[in-house]
């Protein structure tokens, strides 16, 4: 049995109570003790942390690295914040099951590096993902996309009753499989095509007893009529969590009050629905999201040869021309890395071309594979929705390995939070800030024995310094670690010592707690 004494830090629990000095024991792989300074034998290998905050283990509620695992190289981009679980398979999708097999890729490469498919089913998938080892723990949602597609393709059609049962009865094989809930993401194709009947008569699937994590079909102009949709989805599922809940577009600015009244009237009156955010006002994803979804049907060629005609050019400039403010797009990352760090409006001034005709030349040259950054939302209703007691905090980090410069929120989200926002602006407490990131996520996603430091517990667990810690990494030069985490333990073993990564793949994948 290995045994160490940890000493001299501050402890954030995880529940929300103040900072108190405490020791704490650490058998094997969990916290057997959590006491009074001086309390505890002496004699025992200690690790020495005066001067910092002992928190439990960050939990990142909103990824995209599904394919983490996978990779040949370490993803650090997490556990360097002091993340050390994850929830993936968000947005609607999953890379399970693999129906439509080469659509499903297709489709996949606009967010993911190139992925070498050996599963169909999530039993295999899971296999895989396990045999490779995980950096941070892994709690896997269900993507309804991925479903969808599996069912139909990327056909714009209403499923008859044979493609739900395909939609259902994988997401039932899923659940069997461990996995945490049912995600959708409701901008992005096959999604946008669905009805809000079909995603209930899927969501039913979870017996009432299940979790509905959606991307929500709208985040501006209809808002809250969307809240209502995911409300009514999540009823049927079990419980409501709202992604990377935002206002976007100057002319919604503002409506997160009443975004946040009509989610507190529905828990009020009983419904389980809780919400998450990331730290930054630009949010990311694929650049076909800023596309009409007439656009959007069928394979990518389809897709392809409505943006090279005339009249899907024509057509897209009066749709979106207006709409759209160009030098707010930032190129994040494409297939080729061309066009990286530049917004479509600079684009568009180097080419001498409309704006509409630099957004078609990086979609079509790219073959659709870019990601985007976009600059959308206001600080104040960032900071309403992060006070909310029940937002919780996700990085919605881009999948690593596609390289490029994305979102700084890959690197940076805790540490934004807990220096910006803690720190300088005082949105939050400290202790209040790693109640969101540690006890809520793990009591809202039934993630088991993780959350607070308590005795019986996994010591999954991060020191950092409150007055210095921060993200460092910005648009420009988005991969650089934060600063001020130097100490973060993986089931009871170092896997962070003095802010360098030692390594090691000490995570596991999780099941929910019953």
Known sequence: MTTELLTGALLADGTGAPLRPAEILIQDDRITAVE???????????????????????????????NAPLLTTDDTTKILQGITTEVVGNCGFSLAPRGNADTLATFLQRLFPPLDFTWTGFDDLFAATDAAGYVTNYCP??????????????????????????????????????????SSGLIYPPAVFSTT????????????????????????DALLESIDEALRIGATAGRTHLSHLKATRSDNWGKMRPALDKIHQARDTGHDVVQDVYPYTASSTMLTAVLPTTYLAGTADETLARLRSRTGRDDLAVTIGDQTAWDRILIATTASHRFEGRTIAEIAATDGTEPVDALIRVLVGERLRVAMINFSMHEADLELAMADPQTMIGSDGLPPGTGGKPHPRLTGTFPRVLGRYVRERGVLTLPEAIRRMTSLPAQCFRIPDRGVIAAGHVADLVAFHADTVIDVGDYQDPLRPPAGIPWVCKAGRTVVDNGEYLGTRAGIRLTPKA
């Open 141 to 182: 949602l269900i993507g309804h996309g991925t479903l969808r597609i599996a069912a139909l393709g990327m056909a714009d059609t209403a499923p008859d009753d044979d493609a739900l049962r395909t939609m259902r009865t994988a997401l039932e094989e899923g659940m069997t499989a461990g996995a945490f809930g049912l």
């Open 36 to 66: 009074h300074p001086g309390t505890l034998p002496a004699g025992t290998p200690q690790r020495d942390l005066t001067g910092l905050v002992l928190a439990p283990g960050f939990i990142d509620v909103h990824s995209h690295a599904d």
């Open 197 to 220: 009947d079909e995603l209930t008569a899927v969501a039913d699937a979870l017996g009432g007893t299940g979790l509905y994590v959606t991307h929500m079909r709208n985040e501006g």
